[in-house]
């Protein structure tokens, strides 16, 4: 056996009476039918044929929980937050200046967004090979892979930073959306009463050599979910303020917005 395959051993038979304790002892104080569990059982299976358990986690903030005790407080440090579900891999990658999204029926209504910042470590010092990988929904119909209208990876993307570190990207303000609700995790979340709505969020991964990952998350301010966000993922320090721009300071014929978000790297090792 390797040492981690004993690490992982130790930590099984360290975990799992405990957790096995943990819920016999509530099914037992409940006096939990035989019909109830085998609901609770139909309904672990379809979470898994639906391939919704990462969800089924977030929702109920085990997620947060484990981001928590994963990643000290650093105040130094950019604070990490939770990924979800609904990242897909290999984005592709785009040249500056930046843009993640093309136009869509539905989009018209929608804000430009510029956002800008820095990648350093947290000591200050600027990270020119750092890459941000970003997703989020557009300004109307959620994420590209539920909306027909959207091109596959809209409101998605790769890009690098400048030598400086700085960075730019032109996207959409994002709305408030719900979590998908179609499957298990929805018949759950209105078995217990619990709301599926996520405040508006830009989801980010940033990687840099000899700096540990980053995936986080920014939030606006005045966001009607902001204080009750179906994963409780907002973290009061990934809050940034959106400024609202006259259209012709960037030869645009609307206004748009401007959110400042600095990315602060803890070195690894
Ligand atoms: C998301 O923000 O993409 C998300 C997070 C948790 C559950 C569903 C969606
Ligand atoms: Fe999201």
Redesign the pocket.
């Known amino acids: 056996m390797s040492t981690t395959e004993a690490q992982t051993s130790e930590r099984v038979t360290q975990i799992v009476p405990e957790a096995l304790a943990a819920i016999h002892e509530v099914l037992e104080r409940h006096r939990v039918t035989e019909e109830e569990w085998s609901a609770v059982l139909a309904l672990l299976t379809e979470v898994g044929r639906a391939d919704e358990f990462v ?1 089924l986690s ?2 109920t903030r085990t997620s947060v929980l484990i981001d928590a005790m994963s990643h000290d407080a650093d105040e130094a440090a950019t604070a990490s937050d ?1 990924e ?3 990242y897909v891999p290999d984005p592709p990658w785009r040249e500056a200046p930046v843009r993640i999204y093309d136009d869509y029926e539905g989009s018209e209504d929608g804000e430009v967004l510029f956002v800008r910042g820095k990648v350093t470590s947290t000591d200050g010092t600027p990270l020119p090979d750092a890459v941000l990988d970003i997703w989020q929904t557009g300004p109307s119909g959620g994420y590209d892979i539920w909306d027909e209208r959207q091109p596959e990876f809209n409101f998605r993307g790769r890009f690098g930073v400048a030598e400086s570190g700085e960075y730019e990207f032109q996207t959409m303000v994002p709305k408030p959306y719900t ?2 609700t179609d499957g298990p995790v929805g018949r759950y979340l209105q078995a217990v009463g619990q709301h599926p709505w ?1 405040p508006a ?1 830009i ?1 980010f991964k940033v990687t840099a050599g000899g700096h540990e990952p980053l995936v986080t ?1 920014v939030f606006f301010p005045d966001d009607p979910y902001l204080e009750n966000d179906t ?1 409780g ?1 907002v973290k009061p320090a990934l809050v940034r303020p959106l400024k609202r721009h006259d259209g012709a300071e960037r030869g645009l014929d609307a206004p748009f917005s401007t959110c400042d978000f600095d990315v602060k790297l803890r070195r690894s090792g």
């Open positions: 969800l977030d929702v939770v979800g579900p609904l979590v998908p996520r969020h989801h998350q994963i993922a």
